[in-house]
């Protein structure tokens, strides 16, 4: 596994069992055994494995529709003329040379690309991938790697959301039934209680406000631009 499969699959779920993790703490449950137990069963590298395809499957699967609810990839639009995220020079420059390179799409143009969307949007896939295929020395092409593992992050911990906040609630409802029932059925908000509370409910927010498509479509967009900019190093 590479270093940005590492990154974009193993950093989301380290993230997401973070709170179980840190209430385990707080509660003084014996982790170091309990580690040893798992590694000598194998089963915390075979749990990693399975909840890191599962983060990336599930967030490959909202990739398709994130793309679909902007109106298509983030390297496609920007090559579209009625998109101004690229000013028109700089954008001119890069479809020259796209061209020149693809020996595609000689024809596109403002009027072309109005006309027959479908068509133009294809010759920009195709431009990208051209590119895409070209920019593969991560070294060469530092920045461009590290707005990829960025992206892969971030859409990896959109695709775990569920699954983390579901873990969030859970373990705050049995925060409260252990206390309660550790209390002699009298709800007794201990200092374990209250910092697992404060805990939970801000990692909790974190998920909800800022992990969504929003934080996820920035950094694509970015991935995108700095994909473009490799032109210049041709």
């Known amino acids: 596994m590479n270093i940005y499969n590492l990154k974009?699959?193993?950093y989301p779920l380290i993230i997401a069992i973070i709170p179980i993790v840190v209430v385990g703490i707080i509660y003084s449950i014996n982790l170091q055994n309990i580690y040893q137990l798992l590694i000598s069963l194998g089963i915390t590298a075979s749990l990693f494995f399975l909840m890191s395809q599962i983060g990336r499957d599930n967030g490959k699967k909202l990739e398709?529709?994130?793309?679909?609810?902007?109106?298509?990839?983030?390297?496609?639009?920007i090559l579209r003329y009625s998109n101004d995220s690229i000013d028109k020079h700089t954008k001119k420059r890069?479809?020259?040379f796209l061209k020149d390179k693809t020996k595609i799409g000689e024809k596109l143009n403002e009027e072309f690309e109005a006309e027959n969307k479908k068509e133009a949007d294809n010759i920009y896939t195709s431009w990208s991938k051209f590119l895409i295929s070209k920019t593969r020395d991560t070294t060469k092409f530092n920045l461009l790697f590290q707005e990829n593992?960025?992206?892969?992050?971030?859409?990896?911990l959109l695709g775990l959301k569920p699954f983390a906040i579901t873990v969030i609630i859970t373990l705050l409802l049995l925060?409260?039934?252990?206390s309660y029932v550790a209390s002699n059925y009298i709800l007794v908000f201990s200092q374990e209680?209250?910092?697992?509370?404060?805990?939970?409910?801000s990692c909790l927010l974190f998920w909800i406000v800022i992990v969504n498509n929003k934080w996820v479509k920035y950094v694509a967009f970015e991935y995108a631009k700095r994909l473009m900019e490799t032109i210049e190093n041709e």
């Open 64 to 77: 398709a529709k994130m793309w679909e609810k902007w109106s298509g990839t983030p390297t496609t639009q």
């Open 175 to 178: 925060c409260y039934i252990y």
């Open 193 to 201: 209680l209250i910092q697992s509370t404060v805990f939970l409910i």
């Open 94 to 96: 890069y479809h020259t």
């Open 8 to 10: 974009a699959r193993t």
């Open 149 to 156: 593992i960025n992206y892969g992050f971030r859409r990896n």
